[in-house]
Nanobody, 116 residues
Framework: QVRLVESGGGLVQAGGSLRVSCAAS????????MGWYRQAPGKQRELVAT???????NYADSVKGRFTISRDNAKNTVYLQMNSLKPEDTAVYYC??????????WGQGTQVTVSS
């Protein structure tokens, strides 16, 4: 089993920045894709950004140009740098990692709140 632990969430004013991190530990075979998702109250969980082991990235249109996903393969850690934050970015942010060819694991989430 793989455990993912997020950190770095908090309260920030609109226009500010925040970086969240997610580190994996446990029975890691090989972490392939990593990603960040978010879920706001009353809404479904949505994709924010993904990154392959080689570094290829993909972003939701709503965060493109403002957020940057990165990873440290040696530490099995994924980061999400969030700039120019908007109130609509307020959500619980979850990280996801693929262990081996098909086993996905999720963190428990970290709250990001952006005030007006």
């Amino acid at each position: 089993q793989v455990r993912l632990v997020e950190s770095g969430g908090g309260l920030v004013q609109a226009g500010g920045s925040l970086r969240v991190s997610c580190a994996a530990s446990g029975s890691i075979f090989s972490i392939n894709d990593m990603g960040w998702y978010r879920q706001a109250p009353g809404k479904q969980r949505e994709l924010v950004a993904t990154i392959s082991r080689a570094g290829s990235t993909n972003y939701a249109d709503s965060v493109k140009g403002r957020f940057t996903i990165s990873r440290d393969n040696a530490k099995n850690t994924v980061y999400l740098q969030m700039n120019s934050l908007k109130p609509e970015d307020t959500a619980v942010y979850y990280c996801k990692m693929r262990n081996g060819p098909r086993d996905d694991y999720w963190g428990q989430g970290t709250q990001v709140t952006v005030s007006s």
